[in-house]
């Protein structure tokens, strides 16, 4: 079965950096794209990221274009987010995200927080 997990969230300062990274299982990865949303407690599930399978075109929500970067491994089955320049409204949960055969799959999320 499709499986996502996440990992690499945590604690950082204002003007940090941090690396997600998500490891997909349970489908041919490099025929789908790959999408990072984030969400706050009372706010919608927003989509940060996305990249397009095989040749790995990448748009972004403009609130974090020049400071993230979505990027893949299709031998790794990875998908990742780097994070640039953090802001305290980048806190939120990270989730990983596919759409396999018209189903969306999710992974279980990881916790950023960016405080002093």
């Known amino acids: 079965q499709v499986q996502l997990v996440e990992s690499g969230g945590g604690l950082v300062q204002p003007g940090g950096s941090l690396r997600l990274s998500c490891a997909a299982s349970g489908f041919t990865f490099r025929r789908y794209a790959m999408r990072w949303y984030r969400q706050v407690p009372g706010k919608e599930r927003e989509l940060v990221a996305v990249i397009t399978s095989f040749g790995g075109n990448t748009n972004y929500a403009d609130s974090v274009k020049g400071r993230f970067t979505i990027f893949r491994d299709d031998a790794k089955n990875t998908v990742s987010l780097q994070m640039i320049s953090l802001k305290p409204e980048d806190t939120a949960v990270y989730y990983c995200?596919?759409?396999?055969?018209?189903?969306?799959?999710w992974g279980q999320g990881t916790q950023v927080t960016v405080s002093s």
């Open positions: 995200n596919a759409i396999v055969q018209g189903i969306n799959y």
